[in-house]
């Protein structure tokens, strides 16, 4: 059972390139969440998806893109990364909005 | 947006003692309430959660009371072990997505 998948685990950016943080999911969620974890912080919400084809934003979506073509990934786009985004990155999955979230493991990244 | 705060920011006990902590929000819409355990170099698990219609839930040694009232929630912990030391967040679901505190690091001292 693989739950929440996450790539990469770490990953080191230069200014201004752009990357893109990879989700996966096995089971059948349609919602979808990428949350953002500053040290010593709580975790602030980034976008959100309820289903493919539909993503909102969250409290924080400034420098970020994502897309939900199939219900399974859900891809986070960092475009022109800035070192206010040296951040851990979590995605979450969920079957309803008043259920648990499953969490990957985090993609902690560096922006340099 | 929803306010969610979460205290203490840190908490120490003895092994064997109890810990308490406690989450008040500001939306009324919101009807679910989980807690996570986040432990060093992983993502939150969820440990517990309680509905908006019933006002406390236990499992083993974890239990968590909601009093919708006054918008508060709390996280028991009975009888600590050295392993419930992690950082633990609470949550709430004003609508489609769910908002977290800051969260509390528990040490649980053998």
């Known amino acids: 059972n693989a739950g929440v998948t996450q790539t990469p685990k770490f990953r080191i950016l230069k200014i201004g390139q752009s990357m893109t943080l990879q989700c996966t999911q096995d089971m059948n969620h349609n919602y979808m969440y990428w949350y953002r974890q500053d040290p010593g912080m709580g975790l602030k919400l980034i976008y959100y998806?309820?289903?493919?084809?539909?993503?909102d934003k969250g409290e924080v979506p400034n420098g970020y893109n994502v897309s939900r073509s199939t219900t399974e990934d859900f891809p986070l786009r960092l475009e022109l990364a800035a070192p206010s985004q040296t951040s851990v990155y979590f995605c979450?999955?969920?079957?309803?909005?008043?259920?648990?979230?499953?969490f990957g493991s985090g993609t902690r990244l560096t922006v340099v | 947006g929803e306010n969610v705060e979460q205290h203490p920011s840190t908490l120490s006990v003895q092994e064997g003692d109890s810990a308490v902590i406690k989450c008040t929000y500001s939306?009324?819409?919101?009807?679910?309430f989980p807690w996570y355990k986040q432990e060093l170099g992983k993502g939150p698990q969820l440990i517990i959660d309680i509905r908006s219609n019933v006002g406390e839930k236990k499992d083993q040694r974890i239990a968590v009371t909601l009093n919708k009232t006054a918008k508060h929630f709390s996280l028991h912990i009975t009888e600590t072990q050295p392993e419930d030391s992690a950082v633990y967040f609470c949550a709430v679901t004003p609508g489609n997505d769910m908002r977290f505190g800051a969260g509390t690091r528990l040490t649980v001292k053998p």
């Open positions: 939306d009324s819409a919101s009807n679910y």
């Open positions: 979450a999955s969920s079957y309803s909005t008043g259920a648990g979230y499953t």
């Open positions: 998806s309820v289903g493919a084809g539909i993503t």
